[in-house]
């Protein structure tokens, strides 16, 4: 048996953006996430793996609070010292991590807009969690394919949107033809080899309560179930979510 563990959406926040006076403040009042807390959390999480001791790490997206390079970095640093307990970590972008125009450091009574991470720096900043190792990526998106053991394959999957500047990070969620074929291709590839294949994302693939593509669309991605579809009929036994 292979032993994963997951989380998702855990918006880090580096205190070293502010953590105290007015601003601050404001922007904790008016987020319904711990913020002031990720840390803490973050730390403790590093603990409780440790203590659970899986084989796997999965990390579905919404590593940040906003997509703040220092956040970032400091992610990457404890999810270092999970993979030094000997785990293997696997991430993929959530809505708030690439190019968020809500990047700020606070002080006092101000906010200040800080660096905002692209697409390229993601892979390269999270290159030990997945990228540099991947069988396959995804030339449109950060999804890429990873062997977890022989005969077990993670396809994890860049559901985002955004574009090539700040502040082009969208809630909502979807597949562009271009990866959707790529998915197929990879789907296909499994089938030929006889691999079975999980698969992780951070846009929700069915309903968490009734109507709630109607109500809070943006949670799920988009055409939902034609994505089910190609991952059922490529034969995905699992799909790993956050958002």
Not at 154 to 168: E, H, P, Q
Request: hydrophobic share 45%; charged share 20%.
């Amino acid at each position: 048996a292979t032993r994963l563990l997951g989380f998702s959406d855990p918006h880090y926040y580096a205190p070293t953006l502010g953590t105290a006076g007015p601003a601050f403040a404001g922007a904790v009042a008016a987020d319904r996430k711990l913020i002031a807390e990720s840390d803490a959390i973050l730390r403790a999480l590093v603990d409780l793996v440790a203590a659970d001791a899986p084989a796997f790490v999965l990390v579905p997206g919404d590593l940040t609070k906003d997509g703040e390079r220092q956040s970032h970095e400091a992610m990457a640093a404890y999810l270092r010292q999970v993979e030094a307990q000997g785990r293997q970590v696997l991430v993929v972008p959530g809505n708030h991590d690439v190019q968020n125009g809500d990047a700020s450091s606070y002080a006092d009574d101000t906010v200040t807009p800080v660096d905002a991470i692209s697409a390229n720096d993601f892979a390269g900043l999270y290159q030990d969690f997945g990228y540099r190792d991947a069988l396959a990526r995804d030339p449109a998106s950060l999804s890429y394919l990873a062997e977890l053991v022989p005969g077990l394959w993670l396809l994890a999957l860049d559901s985002c949107i955004y574009g090539d500047t700040r502040g082009s990070s969208a809630t909502s969620g979807r597949f562009t033809d271009q990866t959707k074929a790529w998915i197929k291709a990879q789907l296909d590839r499994a089938a030929r080899y006889r691999v079975r294949v999980l698969a992780m994302m951070h846009h929700g693939l069915v309903e968490h309560f009734g109507s709630q593509g109607l109500i809070f669309p943006e949670y799920l991605v988009a055409e939902r179930d034609a994505v089910g579809a190609l991952l059922i009929d490529g034969g995905v036994g699992a799909v790993f979510t956050g958002h």
